[in-house]
């Protein structure tokens, strides 16, 4: 069918794909078209017909009535793909295996992706500790110690364009103004590790480092430790850790 019939450019049809694929990712589980329709704002005729050509492809799925939609599996497809692919994420395994044995407390690799981090890599603790991040989880960049890491290698000014005034609360521990969370980056940088006490997940805290192959960072590793566990003497432990693990990726990948 003609652009012209469909009301729509080639252009617009790509944006709305990438936004309806993005919504799918976004909200884990299966959607109505009327709930996607209300979300997105596009004509229901052709949210539908976008829709029926993605279940085609095999990039969104249906439920057996056919009546809601979800994400599909070629989308699990890329996004492995683009693990495996990735440079950082090799150069880092070994170096989050050695931390992982060193602190025996659960280690993440996350890559800023405008405000917010994407959890590349995980190494779970050898201590129970429920799941509560996976490869391909986004989270704010405010609220865990990857992300403050990762903002800390910002200037002030660029910080300031990129956050709102007024910042999500994940738990009653978020920072949710903006001056207070940028004084907070100060003391990130002279210290060069970034903490959040319980600002993204209720009984635990991480400590986060930036990767400096690049500058401004884009990668950050962090140890995660249920606070029941933290004692002066095991942070001081993870504290260490990490900072010679930011030096032996520094050196893994200075040539990306």
């Excluded at 692919?85 to 044995?101: C, M, N, P, Q």
Aim: glycine share 6%.
């Amino acid at each position: 069918m003609a652009a012209g019939e469909t009301g729509a450019s080639p252009v617009k049809s790509a944006v709305r794909t990438v936004e309806l694929l993005e919504f799918f990712a976004g909200r884990p589980g299966m959607h109505s078209l009327a709930d996607v329709q209300s979300a997105l704002g596009y004509p229901k005729s052709s949210l539908y017909m976008l829709l029926r050509t993605l279940v085609e492809l095999g990039w969104v799925e249906t439920d057996p009535t056919g009546t809601r939609y979800g994400i599909g599996v070629r989308a699990l497809l890329v996004g492995t793909s683009y693990i495996d692919g990735d440079e950082v994420v090799a150069a880092a395994r070994t170096t989050l295996d050695r931390l992982s044995d060193e602190t025996t407390e659960t280690i993440h690799l996350a890559r800023l992706d405008g405000t917010s981090v994407v959890y590349l890599a995980t190494r779970q603790s050898d201590h129970y500790l429920r799941p509560f991040t996976r490869v391909g989880r986004r989270l704010p960049a405010h609220s865990t110690s990857l992300g403050k890491a990762l903002l800390a290698t910002y200037p002030d000014e660029r910080i300031r364009e990129l956050l709102p005034r007024e910042l999500e609360a994940l738990t009653e521990h978020t920072i949710t103004d903006r001056e207070r969370l940028i004084e907070e980056l100060t003391v990130v940088r002279e210290r060069g590790y970034a903490v959040d006490r319980e600002e993204n997940t209720l009984g635990l805290t991480c400590y986060g480092v930036a990767i400096p192959y690049r500058t401004p960072a884009r990668d950050a590793i962090s140890c995660s430790i249920p606070v029941a566990r933290l004692t002066e003497a095991h942070e001081q432990r993870i504290r260490e850790a990490l900072l010679h693990a930011r030096d032996r990726l520094a050196l893994a990948t200075r040539h990306l």
